[in-house]
């Protein structure tokens, strides 16, 4: 047998679990791109959270509902933010 011919051999032997690693490397890309923007969305979250307990404070509105607020409005600004990056 020549050395083509093994390789070739080895090539088909193994080539579905070669196609089977990639996806899986894949699938795992995906993920970890997923939780990063994620994390980045929670960044967002607190900063607006914090503007929003800032404003509340000097404002005279109620603290809780400050965080609330501003919370859900740096969310929204981060799911738009990491959205447009990843396009």
Same mark, same amino acid.
């Given at each position: 047998?020549?050395?083509?011919?093994?390789?070739?051999?080895?090539?088909?032997?193994?080539?579905?679990?070669?196609?089977?690693?990639?996806?899986?490397?894949?699938?795992?890309?995906?993920?970890?791109?997923?939780?990063?923007?994620?994390? $980045?969305?929670?960044?967002?979250? #607190?900063? /607006?959270?914090? @503007? &929003?307990? +800032? %404003?509340?404070?000097?404002?005279?509105? $109620?603290?809780?509902?400050?965080? #609330?607020? /501003?919370?859900? @409005? &740096?969310? +929204? %600004?981060?799911?738009?933010?990491?959205? $447009?990056?990843?396009?």
């Amino acid at each position: 047998m020549e050395k083509t011919q093994a390789d070739a051999i080895a090539h088909a032997v193994m080539e579905p679990d070669l196609r089977v690693q990639e996806e899986i490397r894949r699938k795992r890309a995906a993920e970890s791109a997923q939780l990063a923007r994620k994390r $980045r969305v929670a960044w967002f979250s #607190l900063v /607006g959270a914090g @503007a &929003g307990a +800032a %404003v509340a404070y000097y404002g005279g509105f $109620r603290f809780s509902q400050g965080v #609330l607020y /501003g919370g859900l @409005a &740096g969310s +929204a %600004v981060g799911w738009l933010i990491t959205r $447009r990056a990843m396009a």
